[in-house]
């Protein structure tokens, strides 16, 4: 049964394999595949015609749909792509800034691509691997915007990923006494790429890794020692 022609009442679709269900529909995993069926297309912001488009841009880290699946009255009914082995906050500070960088350039590349195909982001959701890969996932937000200039939608999808970015490193001090000061501190960062870049390159020169930037930060806001996630 190959994947575009996959039928929904197939076996495989079972609480076993299922990840997760969303207001969208379910999400279920399959050797290494993530299959996402909607519930109802009505339910989707996502069209047959945009998700057909999505397979064609091959990007390396913003996932974008593999193959395309159908019902057995052969209607749209989601999609699949590759299964993402998730991280979390402890692989965010074990990167280095040289792995911080390269998936800084490999992320903006792929932004790039995007916006020469008019797709712009309407939400970013980011997430860590754990190999220390940063991915942004759900092409559910992506729109297709054909009258708009490529500068136009690259200047907003870069400043959606900019601030997504802001977001991982203030997250790591949501739990802690300094969640308002660290939130002011990352809020100075400007969003634009160019200034972003430089701004981040002069944060983070200085280290070898994130977790020590977030121990220094911790220490310069609260006077105490060491940032513990």
Not at 2 to 27: A, M, P, R, T, Y
């Amino acid at each position: 049964m190959s994947k575009k022609d996959i039928n929904i009442n197939s076996n495989i679709f079972n609480n076993q394999n299922k990840l997760g269900s969303g207001v969208e529909g379910n999400v279920y995993k399959v050797d290494n595949n993530i299959y996402k069926l909607f519930h109802s297309t009505k339910d989707s912001k996502l069209t047959e015609e945009l998700c057909v488009y999505l397979t064609s841009i091959k990007t390396k880290q913003i996932r974008m749909p593999e193959s395309i699946l159908y019902n057995n009255q052969n209607e749209f009914c989601g999609y699949t792509t590759f299964y993402l082995n998730k991280g979390n906050g402890l692989h965010f500070g074990k990167m280095t800034t040289k792995e911080f960088f390269d998936n800084l350039n490999v992320l903006y590349k792929d932004i790039n691509l995007l916006s020469q195909k008019h797709i712009k982001l309407e939400d970013i959701n980011l997430f860590i691997t754990t190999d220390c890969k940063i991915y942004v996932i759900d092409v559910g937000d992506y729109k297709y915007l054909p009258e708009e200039s490529v500068l136009k939608v690259q200047k907003i999808n870069e400043i959606l990923l900019n601030d997504s970015l802001i977001d991982l490193f203030q997250n790591c001090f949501t739990n802690t006494v300094i969640g308002e000061k660290a939130k002011n501190y990352f809020k100075e960062i400007p969003l634009e790429k160019e200034n972003f870049v430089n701004e981040i390159h002069m944060m983070l020169d200085y280290y070898v890794d994130i977790n020590s930037f977030l121990n220094d930060l911790y220490e310069e806001l609260t006077g105490e020692h060491k940032f513990s996630k």
